[in-house]
């Protein structure tokens, strides 16, 4: 039966199965789709992958291999389906209908029975031997350019290792083999559940009542201290002074990039440059117009949730992130706990566009564990997890979302009280007035416990290197630091600057900040505003 799935959120597709034991010769273009041979169509092909078994026709049908035999998918009409995006598109932007598949890429010879180079170097996939280092670099070294076609988690040559106890210890480091062991060891009923509620986009007039009903200063986690969120802001359109009066009431501000292009590829192959521009540059920029001096912004999450490799986090170590928000967990039985990245992720690759880093680096993951969407999840089917609330698209009504919540809350109560992270775009919670309402109904009833508390991410990394019962965080001097607000907003009226930048021609965007207007207005190559600059 055909069953419509949705991809990207945005484009549909029709599913249907073709018999397994369909067997007949390998066809030409010109030939009959229902007369192939799935074993030699399947040999050694990645079963995520989609292909054509003709050119003819509205380049809407695909393939993929199955256990069961090819699976079909049907765009629907007007769309296209793009090999080299493996997505459905609006016809007139495809240019691959000529092509039947993906162009196959060599691999290098990684395990043989028999050593076919010496110690310390690897084979290349025409036999060419290499120095093992020089694998999975970034820049292609063999003839024939395998030694960067097998660089995932799993097949780096030069990956991280798995995690090892022994050498891996708090504060600096914490691993384990499948993630879900507990900090310090702590028997679950002593250990707080932490909650982290976190906001993408930019900062401004069509959001910052949504984040003052929220945090109004009144609700108050069980040590004393009010309840904090995350801030991932991106540049365009965010009002910086609003974003210095939310660091100044304590919550956590982290970056989500300069420009947010809307092009996911940019991000996932972004090169080192690329990624020093969009966080380094838009951590510049945050500190700049909205006044943050004590160098706070330490925590990075990319857009789409396309990280970018090991290019992204050896920017980040050498620039000082401390940590990245943006890599997913599938929805499991047992949540998993943040880890560092000295050792092996201890969960695959899920989504991200398999772009997830294989090489060891000193920088936290705060993964983000997918919410469990059913809405009986006693009787229901299982269905595939959400990361971002709102991609949880079965939600309709404050009812719904208010089951989804405490659902999601007991998964991990009730088993090693892994942070819950509940990720949002403002928008989604401005949408209907009863989201906002049933996430405050939820606060306020978490907060009537003594176990559960409302944390940045910064804090849950300050519980975890230094693991404390709950018997003892009200004394927990990390989590003391910015329990009073001081002070009052640093302006009453903030400059409303109009500006343009060569780099956006025809654009004028106005920056609201505090601080003294710039000349220009900040953008990739020139992010402090004083004047454009050349690569």
């Keep these: 039966m055909a069953r419509v799935i949705k991809l990207f959120g945005l484009l549909c597709l029709v599913v249907v199965t073709l018999a ?6 390998r066809q030409d273009d010109d030939q009959d789709p229902d007369s192939v041979n799935v074993e030699e169509l399947c040999k050694d092909r990645p079963g995520d992958e989609y292909f054509r078994l003709s050119t003819e026709g ?6 993929r291999c199955t256990r069961s035999g090819l699976k079909q998918i049907t765009c629907p009409s007007g769309l296209a389906f793009d090999i080299e ?26 395990k043989t029975d028999e050593p076919i180079c010496p110690e310390g170097k690897l084979s290349c996939g025409n036999g060419e031997c290499l120095d093992k280092e020089l694998f999975c670099n970034g820049k292609p070294d063999c003839k024939d350019e395998s030694d960067e076609n097998a660089c995932t988690v799993e097949l780096d040559p030069n990956r991280a290792p798995d995690c090892d106890t022994n050498q891996c210890v708090l504060p600096d480091c914490f691993c384990s083999a499948d993630g879900t062991r507990i900090p310090g060891n702590i028997e679950p009923q002593q250990v707080p559940q932490m909650i982290t509620i976190t906001f993408n986009g930019a900062i401004n007039v069509d959001n910052i009542d949504l984040y003052e009903d929220i945090f109004n200063g009144q609700r108050q986690n069980p040590n004393g201290c009010q309840i904090r969120g995350t801030y991932f802001v991106s540049h365009k359109y965010t009002n910086y002074s609003a974003v210095q009066d939310l660091h100044r009431k304590g919550h956590e501000i982290s970056v989500f990039s300069l420009t947010h292009k809307d092009d996911p590829n940019y991000w996932t192959q972004g090169t080192y440059d690329d990624w020093l521009a969009e966080m380094a540059g838009a951590r510049l920029i945050v500190e700049r117009f909205a006044n943050i001096t004590d160098g706070s912004i ?17 920017m980040m170590a050498d620039q000082f992130f401390v940590y990245d928000a943006s890599i997913t967990a599938s929805l499991g039985r047992v949540p998993i706990w943040p880890y560092t ?52 698209s079965n939600i309709q009504s404050g009812e719904q979302f208010g089951r989804l919540l405490r659902h999601n809350f007991n998964r991990h109560y009730n088993s090693n009280r892994a942070p819950l992270g509940l990720h949002f775009h403002a ?10 309402e049933e996430l ?10 003594n176990d559960v508390f409302f944390v940045t991410m ?12 709950l018997n003892a965080l009200r004394d927990f001097q990390e989590w003391k630091e910015k329990c009073d607000v001081k002070g009052q907003p640093y302006c009453s009226l903030p400059n409303a600057c109009p500006l343009t930048t060569r780099e956006l021609p025809g654009e004028t965007l106005r920056l609201f900040t505090c601080m003294e207007c710039p000349n220009n207005y900040p953008w990739i190559l020139d992010p402090t505003g004083d004047g454009f600059s050349k690569k």
């Design 427 to 436: 928008s989604w919670l401005k949408s209907k007035k009863e989201y906002r």
């Design 58 to 63: 509205d380049c809407r049908e695909v393939v």
């Design 298 to 314: 330490i925590g990075v999450r990319a857009p789409y949730l396309r990280v970018g490799g090991n290019k992204q986090f050896e």
């Design 458 to 469: 910064l804090q849950v990394i300050q519980w975890m290197q230094n693991p404390t019962e």
């Design 341 to 392: 990245l000295y050792f092996r992720m201890p969960h695959k690759c899920n989504g991200n566009a398999h772009n997830c880093p294989s090489r060891s680096h000193p920088v936290w993951e705060m993964v983000m564990n997918e919410l469990d969407r059913r809405d009986d999840p006693t009787f229901d089917e299982s269905l595939p997890g959400c990361h971002m609330v709102d991609s949880c």
């Design 85 to 110: 995006k493996q997505t459905c598109d609006w016809k007139a932007k495809v240019t691959t209908c000529d092509k039947k598949e993906k162009p196959r890429k060599v691999l290098p010879i990684l």
């Design 20 to 25: 397994a034991e369909v067997r007949v010769k």
């Design 440 to 449: 405050i109904k939820f606060i306020e009833e978490m907060l009537g416990r």
